[in-house]
């Protein structure tokens, strides 16, 4: 497999008279892959991820994502190849609440200038394939939290992207969701999506990720866990 994710001595400093939030992290992450990102609040998780989805710059070091160099792209060039190669989910899943789910789901194809009838078609296969087809024509204020889930996950794949992030997916829905949530970024990763999950959830670290990374003062330490490598 080649490799998707580099990292090379990445360092962010937000204050420069408080620490770095993220610390000489090396990270190389092959296609296929599934790592889970794990650790205390405050210690760099969620800064990992943003660096790696150019939604942060680091302050030294550089990032590759599918052999580009992230870090050197212009903000129009970074948010066009976010768009292309790379699918987030959030925590709080960032739906927009004026849109039908048919419509969030389109929205990153409609972005990208996908034909119309190809968007639509893919929406549909994914609605599908994620359970919640009869919700199309919904608004998401209408869903539990396991059906918004399942909606920002769609949308994120909208696009066919290389790499799938995501940041505390099961941390807003109750067990049963979060159960549901695991299963389905397991066979995505079976199916050969490429996954990075930053999580304070063991369940979804030891069900989805084949590796496990921990994070403690902005360093990167990768575990040897049966449970995950299994």
């Not at 994914?126 to 919700?135: F, P, T, V």
């Amino acid at each position: 497999m080649s490799d998707l994710i580099r990292l090379t001595n990445i360092d962010k400093i937000y204050e420069s008279a408080g620490p770095p939030a993220l610390s000489g992290v090396d990270l190389v992450v092959a296609a296929g892959d599934a790592v889970a990102v794990m650790g205390p609040s405050g210690s760099g998780k969620s800064t990992l991820l943003n660096v790696i989805a150019g939604l942060d710059r680091p302050s030294s070091g550089t990032v590759e994502v599918a052999g580009v160099r992230v870090d050197k792209l212009s903000e129009h060039a970074l948010a066009r190849f976010r768009r292309a190669h790379i699918g987030i989910i959030f925590q709080f899943f960032h739906l927009l609440d004026e849109l039908t789910v048919r419509d969030n789901v389109l929205l990153p194809a409609q972005l990208l200038g996908v034909r119309a009838s190809a968007a639509r078609a893919r929406a549909g296969e994914l609605l599908d394939a994620l359970g919640i087809a009869e919700k199309a024509d919904a608004y998401p204020a209408r869903l539990s939290g396991g059906q918004r889930q399942r909606v920002a996950i769609a949308r994120a794949l909208m696009n066919r992207p290389d790499l799938l992030l995501a940041d505390e997916p099961t941390g807003a829905v109750d067990e049963a969701a979060a159960s549901q949530v695991r299963e389905l970024l397991h066979d995505l990763n079976v199916d050969g999506q490429t996954l990075l999950l930053v999580t304070h959830d063991p369940a979804l670290a030891q069900g989805s990720g084949r590796r496990l990374i921990t994070m403690r003062d902005g360093r990167a330490t990768e575990v040897t866990n049966s449970a995950v490598a299994a």
